[in-house]
């Protein structure tokens, strides 16, 4: 069966370090998202990808960046990593021109 | 249970009653919606969705009816039983596969 994977699903990291979290999809979407849930805001768009080579910025992008190099996989990378960025990070797809995106199952990230 | 005005972040519910979730979104634009479901440590799971052409829809003991004019959006649970306890978002998209979530209502059923 086709699926979204996220890995790690735990991860605890000290302020300062580069963090990359992973997102592999067998869906064969064109469309993959990154989003940040926490108390109180629902989920929050980071970054996005509507095909290879493709990343545009969400509404809260500063601090993070992702890269699209293959149709399966959107890695998101934490440049320096901040105790603000401590959140449960979801991953999603999406067909092209359809709109119900499936999730992941998140990756809890503590930045200590 | 209902959840009145325009959001709650919490509804109980007793096990066997009818339950409604209410979502108020915020642009006129917006095409599809779409009502997820959010059990704990796991991700969103899509339930059910609507176009804008449409007022209601209804699923497996979901229906969701649409009200353009005011732009509110609502979610009915028929015959709650306990594994609809979560926490419920709804999403609106504006034409661009982007979705905009809402801050989530948590539902607890009371056996």
């Known amino acids: 069966d086709a699926e979204i994977t996220q890995s790690p699903r735990h991860k605890i990291t000290e302020t300062g370090r580069q963090v990359t979290l992973a997102c592999h999809q067998t869906?064969?979407?064109?469309?993959m998202f990154w989003y940040r849930q926490d108390l109180g805001h629902g989920l929050r768009l980071i970054h996005y990808?509507?095909?290879?080579?493709?990343?545009n910025k969400g509404e809260v992008s500063d601090g993070y960046s992702v890269s699209r190099s293959n149709t399966e996989d959107l890695p998101l990378t934490l440049e320096s990593a901040a105790s603000s960025q401590t959140s449960v990070y979801f991953c999603?797809?999406?067909?092209?021109?359809?709109?119900?995106?499936?999730f992941g199952q998140g990756t809890r990230l503590t930045v200590v | 249970g209902e959840s009145v005005g325009l959001h709650l972040p919490t509804l109980s519910v007793q096990e066997g009653d009818n339950s409604i979730i209410n979502c108020a979104y915020s642009n006129s634009a917006s095409d599809y919606f779409i009502w997820y479901k959010q059990e704990s440590g796991k991700g969103p799971q899509f339930i059910i969705d609507i176009r804008s052409n449409m007022d209601k829809r209804q699923g497996q003991r979901v229906t969701v009816l649409l009200n353009k004019t005011v732009k509110h959006l609502s979610l009915q649970i028929a015959a709650t039983q306990p594994g609809d306890s979560a926490v419920y978002f709804c999403?609106?998209?504006?034409?661009?596969?982007?979705?905009?979530f809402g801050a989530g209502t948590t539902v607890t059923v009371r056996a």
């Open positions: 999603a797809s999406s067909e092209m021109g359809g709109t119900e995106a499936f």
């Open positions: 999403a609106e998209n504006i034409n661009d596969y982007k979705l905009s």
């Open positions: 869906w064969n979407h064109n469309n």
């Open positions: 990808s509507y095909g290879v080579h493709d990343t």
